[in-house]
């Protein structure tokens, strides 16, 4: 069995093999893999015997589980109403201009994926992004170099 | 110029109180029937913003003869500009883990269910270590009452109750038609009773304080308190407990910039408020007060005159295309042919006149579409064209 096979029967020994399990299962090949691949998808539908096209279906409905090929970490920046009033946009260049990276691409080294999403329920500390499940509010340009920069640090 | 005004902060859901051990077991020692009359009397509301009875709701539920039951906590805040949900998650669990074995005593419900969107997964640690206290506690005096988080990802449409429920049963959120309503065949098929989190902790209030302590709160028609999450261009921006009831112009006093063109009551699935009638709107549930009435999930975005509208305008018209399920063709293309729309009479590719077309779209999407989300489009539509016509235009 190869490590994706053995995540996803361990997923589905945890949580169950029944329909309502297929949210927490996909979940968590997402927080291993950062996305679903076709042959995760496919996978899933066999280890819990659903049709893999209903796996897929409600996969691409959630915004959050990916299922392109995704960095390590992945920027999600708020565009919403508040943020984009309150600079939403040059914490985009910023992010832009130090990764190299444009909305929905990953960087070379499969460190980051940056994205949009709609509101994140901070709008009193706009602007607000999330590095995978970690929230940064008020990020102004300055802060957003200082917060990648930790990230880019850290190892492997 | 001395304009007195009030607006009656009040401290009801954020209160410190660590007697909820006590306040669970003096409340299920009561009979069912009187915790029903006692939310009844109260006159709560639902506070997601569809303001459903909640007291009628329980009943619904507590009635039917099912023998398997759920209680589901809607953490799935996804409006634009409400936060309010989250600062009570992570401030005071405790009381909506009460107010949810309440709910299961009184409605014969052992199982209850907090559906948390995908953004605040970082809270679901906390709040698992306060429902484990909670459920040794639960234990301790025989109350048969279990609670499990289950984890969104990121679908503005899931806080729509049924979308919610086909979620959690591993779907696509797509809204169901109703009837059946979820307190007839909810989750999985059984009667669920599904209340918004700020609701759950009003519940909590009134169990601990009696009916009338929150009655007494409020106007008619709009009873007790609510909390309002402002943002926007507002010195002040945060959470504050405020009495329904009060006038759109006290409010812009309080927290307004000095400057404030208009408020945005409801998130982008409400009213734009111009500043023109700020004296005639009141906020709370339906019913005459003060010419309009609006109700609201929470959200209050202020612009001040810096703002364009059209701007606002298209930043909705895209979340809302975005967040679209795409199940009925009314919404779906409707909100695609809507900021199309807007930005072809923007460039001078359309006429003027197209507006009005347009608003004639939005009242079939009110009429047609399936569920809260479709037909709510109009709402901020048709309040923003017809008030900021000009803007829209040039």
Redesign the interface.
Known sequence: MNPIQSLIRNLANQYGR???????V??GVIQQEKFLSEYSMIEIAREMDIPAAEVF??AT?????ETKPAGKYIIRVC????C??KGKNQLLFAIQDMLKIKVGETSPDKRFTLLE??????????PAM?VN???YTEVSPERVREILTKYMNENN | MAYSYQLKRVDFIFRNENDWEKVLSATIKKKPEELINELISSELKGRGGAGFPTGLKWKLTAESKAPEKYVICNADEGEPGTFKDREILSKVPYKVLTAMAVCGYVTGAKQGFIYLRGEYKFLEAELYKAIDEFQYYCKEIDLDFKIKIFMGSGAYICGEETALMESMEGRRGEPRNKPPFPTQAGYMGVPTVINNVETLVHTWTIFKYGAKKFYDLGVQYSRGTKLFSVSGDTPKPGIYELELGMSLQDFVYEFGDGDTKAVQVGGASGFLVPRKKFKDTAIGYEGKLVGISLPTGGSMMLFNSSRSMFNVLDNYLEFFREECCGQCTPCRVGCQQLLLGIKAVKRGEKPASYLNKLLKLTETMQLTAKCGLGQSVANSFSSIVENFREEMIY
């Not at chain 1, 029944?18 to 927490?24: A, Q, Y």
């Not at chain 1, 565009?79 to 508040?82: D, E, F, Y």
């Not at chain 1, 999403?117 to 706009?126: E, F, M, Q, S, Y």
């Open positions: 029944s329909r309502e399990n297929l949210l927490p996909m979940q279906g409600t409905f959630y915004s959050f589980l565009k919403t109403i508040t984009a009033m999403t709609n509101c994140l329920g901070w709008c009193h500390k706009a999330l499940d970690e929230v």
